[in-house]
């Protein structure tokens, strides 16, 4: 939470442009960032909903306050670039300075690498291609960003990237041109401009070799515990590659942390090196990879050295033997692989082990205890109301449990997803998910193995359980209210591997359940929800009425929170701590 002064007067739920008599309605609050505030607006001609990017006057007082933002405005009215976040306009009222952007439903990389850790190469690759794409265009005008991280990376309904706040860039006048202000975030910042000898776009690229490291490794390349030791690290070029990664990464990722600024390749040298040009690059991926590493088939797998020098869809197009040899953009009926999560071999796609999702499982359920244990050992205080202000939307969940229903004594436990997808939890510990697209099925084997069919090619072995997904289906469909599902996710199915239930818990008060992205949901009987992921920190607390607030454990242990949800983190530890003593098994009832 911010340190600066609230501003005394509240921002209109009605917003006017007196200029252009424009008129918008303040809809979501979307988070908060600097001296401004984000809400959802939608422009009352049209309907059409974008960003409004909000700013009290009386957060502008120094000059050099004024002067940024200013600046900021002045270079992003100018763009017009598919990976460039849209600019539409701003104007001010007496009280508070509006600028409306492009909507970007699906936050920043930030939370994406927090979810994620690790991406895989074809997914670094497509992210990798729409940066570079964005900043080829801002460099070819003239503009240096100067603080392009993972959190200025935006991400549309598409998962498509889009470069945001311009508040630190400046534009080049001449040819030769170097800046020398000091400015940018630690770990993404260039030696040049550390040791103030003047510099151009090349702080750029490095800023973009951190983020294709970050992606690749796990963490920033320079990431210290201190701000003096990452800076001294930063000017002696003291970063380690791990051997596992791919020798055309590593190269393009060298290439970009180079020490002497001279020697870094511009942005369109880049797109042109093996990395981007030699591997399988997603046309487009899917909603569900902002939480989970997508599905790569045992098929694709093997096929993977052949990938590295054409399209998978262009392999996959090859298979005599593939039912889907004219489709290409579908699934192999019967393709099995591995459990995985953030264990990427050599090659670039996730690691194979029977073991993975338990692990991983339980390696979450810990990190939330110790959370959930720090959180209330800080006696959090009681507050009357979930202040607006305390909340952070950007940490909300992406996926969660809207409906279930408990047949354990005959058949299994099913549940739906947010995004309709169906899932079922057989006795045997085998799991059956159903894609909210009514056509891909994933079948889940004990050991975790997983394999990938569609509704109309499903072997006979399973039949039953496939009429018993459709039973669990129907029921929730007619008898159910589905609950907190305000959220529409869709798929690109191709390459889409929604998280399934990995294990669950029933009481006389709620229903615990956990899922192998490392949410953990606990329905109440009073119809209110607790969903806790330790990947962002983070708990959103659903009331009776279906109002979603979400907060960072970090704020709820300064600020405080209201009796209910102190009251459902009392009791979500003490279950926590029930699941990691059944740690061994895939459910518990």
């Known amino acids: 939470m911010s340190n600066n002064k609230e501003p005394d007067h509240p921002i209109p739920d009605t917003i006017v442009d007196e200029g252009t008599?424009?008129?918008?309605?303040?809809?979501?609050?979307?988070?908060?960032?600097?001296?401004?505030?984000?809400?959802e607006i939608k422009k009352i001609t049209n309907g059409k909903i974008y960003a409004g990017k909000i700013v009290s006057k009386q957060l502008l007082v120094k000059s050099n306050h004024r002067e940024k933002m200013s600046q900021e405005i002045s270079i992003h009215k100018t763009l017009n670039h598919k990976h460039v976040v849209g600019f539409h306009g701003f104007f001010e009222d007496k009280h508070f300075v509006y600028i409306v952007l492009e909507l970007c439903r699906r936050r920043s990389m930030m939370e994406l690498y927090k979810r994620r850790q690790i991406l895989t190469e074809p997914e670094t690759r497509y992210y990798m291609k729409q940066i570079l794409d964005g900043v080829s265009y801002l460099h070819n005008n003239g503009i240096i960003h100067r603080d392009l991280k993972l959190g200025n990376l935006f991400l549309n309904e598409n998962?498509?990237?889009?470069?945001?706040?311009?508040?630190?860039?400046?534009?080049?006048?001449?040819e030769g041109q170097r800046k020398m202000t000091v400015c940018g975030t630690p770990n993404y910042i260039a030696p040049e401009i550390i040791?103030?000898?003047?510099?151009?776009?090349?702080?750029?690229?490095?800023?973009?070799?951190?983020?294709?490291?970050?992606?690749?490794?796990?963490?920033p390349p320079f990431e210290t515990e201190s701000l003096r030791e990452t800076y001294a690290r930063i000017k002696r070029g003291d970063y380690k590659i791990p051997s596992t990664l791919d020798d055309k990464a590593t190269k393009m990722i060298h290439s970009m942390l180079h020490s002497d600024p001279k020697r870094r390749p511009t942005v369109r040298a880049l797109m042109n090196m093996d990395f981007m040009t030699k591997g399988y690059?997603?046309?487009?991926?899917?909603?569900?990879?902002?939480?989970?590493?997508?599905?790569?088939?045992?098929?694709?797998?093997?096929?993977?050295?052949?990938?590295?020098?054409?399209?998978?869809?262009?392999?996959?197009?090859?298979?005599?033997?593939?039912?889907?040899?004219?489709?290409?953009t579908k699934p192999v009926p019967g393709a099995t692989a591995k459990p995985y999560g953030n264990n990427i071999g050599e090659n670039?796609?996730?690691?194979?082990?029977?073991?993975?999702?338990?692990?991983?499982?339980?390696?979450?359920?810990?990190?939330?205890?110790?959370?959930?244990?720090?959180?209330?050992?800080?006696r959090p205080a009681t507050i009357p109301s979930n202040l607006e202000d305390l909340s952070d939307p950007a940490a909300q969940p992406l996926v969660w449990i809207s409906k279930w229903v408990d047949y354990s004594d005959k058949y299994g436990f099913g549940y739906q997803l947010c995004d309709e997808g169906v899932g079922v939890v057989f006795n045997d510990s085998t799991k059956l998910i159903l894609l909210a697209n009514g056509i891909d099925v994933h079948y889940?084997?004990?050991?975790?193995?997983?394999?990938y069919y569609t509704m109309n090619k499903t072997p006979p072995t399973l039949d039953?359980?496939?009429?018993?997904?459709?039973?669990?289906?129907?029921?929730?469909?007619?008898?159910?209210?589905?609950?907190?599902?305000?959220?529409?996710?869709?798929e690109a199915d191709q390459l889409s591997r929604i998280p399934h239930l990995h294990q669950w818990h029933r009481t006389t008060s709620a229903v615990v359940m956990q899922l192998t992205n490392g949410t953990l949901q606990i329905n109440f009987m009073d119809h209110t929800k607790l969903i806790l992921c330790p990947?962002?920190?983070?708990?959103?607390?659903?009331?009776?009425?279906?109002?979603?607030?979400?907060?960072?454990?970090?704020?709820?242990?300064?600020?405080?929170?209201?009796?209910?949800?102190?009251?459902?983190?009392?009791?979500?530890?003490?279950?926590?701590?029930?699941?990691?003593?059944?740690?061994?098994?895939?459910?518990?009832?």
Not at 22 to 29: A, C, D, E, M, P
Not at 281 to 309: E, G, H, T, Y
Not at 356 to 374: F, H, I, M, P, V
Not at 552 to 578: I, M, Q, W
Request: glycine share 8%.
């Open 281 to 328: 690059l997603p046309p487009q991926l899917p909603v569900s990879c902002l939480s989970m590493a997508p599905r790569f088939d045992a098929l694709q797998i093997r096929n993977n050295k052949v990938a590295q020098r054409k399209p998978l869809l262009e392999v996959n197009g090859e298979l005599e033997n593939s039912p889907i040899n004219k489709v290409s």
């Open 195 to 219: 040791t103030k000898t003047g510099h151009s776009f090349e702080v750029d690229v490095w800023s973009i070799g951190c983020i294709m490291y970050t992606l690749l490794v796990g963490k």
């Open 159 to 174: 998962v498509e990237v889009k470069i945001g706040d311009f508040g630190l860039a400046t534009k080049i006048e001449f």
């Open 21 to 39: 008599k424009t008129t918008y309605v303040k809809g979501r609050y979307f988070g908060k960032g600097g001296f401004a505030k984000c809400y």
């Open 464 to 490: 039953k359980k496939m009429k018993l997904l459709s039973y669990f289906n129907r029921y929730m469909s007619e008898h159910l209210v589905k609950g907190g599902a305000g959220l529409q996710l869709q």
């Open 444 to 451: 889940i084997e004990r050991d975790g193995s997983e394999q």
């Open 348 to 378: 670039g796609f996730p690691l194979s082990s029977p073991t993975t999702t338990t692990a991983q499982c339980t390696e979450n359920l810990t990190k939330l205890y110790s959370q959930l244990k720090d959180t209330l050992r800080k």
């Open 535 to 589: 990947l962002m920190g983070a708990v959103t607390y659903i009331d009776a009425k279906q109002n979603f607030r979400t907060f960072r454990f970090t704020t709820v242990a300064e600020f405080g929170c209201t009796p209910d949800l102190h009251k459902s983190l009392d009791y979500a530890l003490n279950k926590v701590n029930l699941l990691l003593q059944n740690k061994t098994a895939t459910n518990c009832v």
